[in-house]
């Protein structure tokens, strides 16, 4: 009788027990629905050879950014405007390179660096109404921290706290139920998270990007007003042959090794976005 209970209760468990590593690799995926939520053109860049990978092996991979990187520069010249054009189309530009299509691509439009200060539900609301619409199997999104909050800059620390609000919102049929009623949306759960830029220690999943490692230098390079001349004084967005040197050395010495091997790591997590953090 015993057995017969303790067999019952792990059933009734089984849905909310996460797994901290993927049944196949992640090279392997195929057929699954990706959305990487982020909060400035180039955050993609964490993940973007992984990103590039998974669609050219017959996923569909979805970018939602939160702010436009309008304030990224210390040229007096740039103005916000500016520089959330040159911003975009340099993202749209890293895209392209990684064959992610450009209307898969989304901006929400907030203000870089204030991104803590938005109205949270409107912010939440605007993300559950796209995980509604794109249905995805995966969501990338910076990690907030396993066990304590993770450190980040204003914005990503905003932006992880706002895509596991949202992954848990968009799950429940009775919060922001216009969506449904009025949009013909439906609930939708998000089984599973890789997380980017987490804590070393944290990291349980390494993508291999050999194949993948030339064209993520040449996708990061295209942010130019983040990599060169843009933070004193833009000239870009073409360059001189031996800016475009320098650039190519700095992007290439943020890529990181295992083995010998590029790869891109983070910490996988399957289960209920309430236990994300966990």
């Known amino acids: 009788m015993i057995r017969k209970l303790l067999f019952v209760s792990l059933v009734l468990l089984i849905p909310y027990i996460s797994f901290s590593q993927p049944e196949a690799a992640v090279e392997d995926w195929k057929g699954k629905t990706i959305l990487l939520i982020g909060a400035h053109p180039d955050d993609d860049a964490y993940s973007i050879a992984t990103l590039g990978m998974l669609q050219a092996n017959g996923n569909e991979v979805y970018i939602a950014i939160l702010t436009t990187g309008n304030v990224g520069t210390q040229d007096p010249e740039l103005s916000m405007i500016d ?6 189309l340099e993202e749209q530009a890293a895209l392209a390179a990684m064959g992610i299509p450009l209307d898969h691509y989304i901006n929400f439009g907030y203000d870089d660096g204030m991104l803590e200060y938005e109205n949270k539900k409107e912010v939440v609301a605007k993300l559950v109404r796209v995980i509604r619409q794109v249905r995805p ?14 450190w980040h800059k204003a914005d990503h620390r905003a932006s992880s706290y706002l895509a596991a609000d949202a992954a848990r919102a968009a799950m429940w049929p009775l919060l922001f139920q216009g969506q449904i009623t009025n949009e ?46 843009g933070w004193y004084k833009y000239t870009g ?3 001189s042959d031996e800016e475009a040197k320098v650039v190519k050395e700095r992007v290439s010495k943020r890529i990181k090794y295992k083995d010998g091997k590029p790869v891109e790591g983070f910490r996988y997590y ?5 236990n994300i953090g966990r």
């Open 83 to 88: 520089l959330a054009n040159i911003r975009r």
């Open 270 to 274: 399957e289960g209920l976005p309430d």
């Open 137 to 150: 199997d995966v969501l990338f999104s910076f990690d907030p921290g396993k066990g304590e909050q993770r």
């Open 184 to 229: 013909g949306l439906e609930a939708h759960t998000i089984p599973a998270y890789v997380l980017y830029d987490s804590s070393e220690d944290d990291i349980n999943t390494w993508v291999d990007i050999s194949d993948y490692k030339e064209r993520k230098i040449k996708a990061m390079s295209q942010y130019v007003s983040q990599w060169s001349s």
């Open 237 to 239: 967005p073409e360059l």
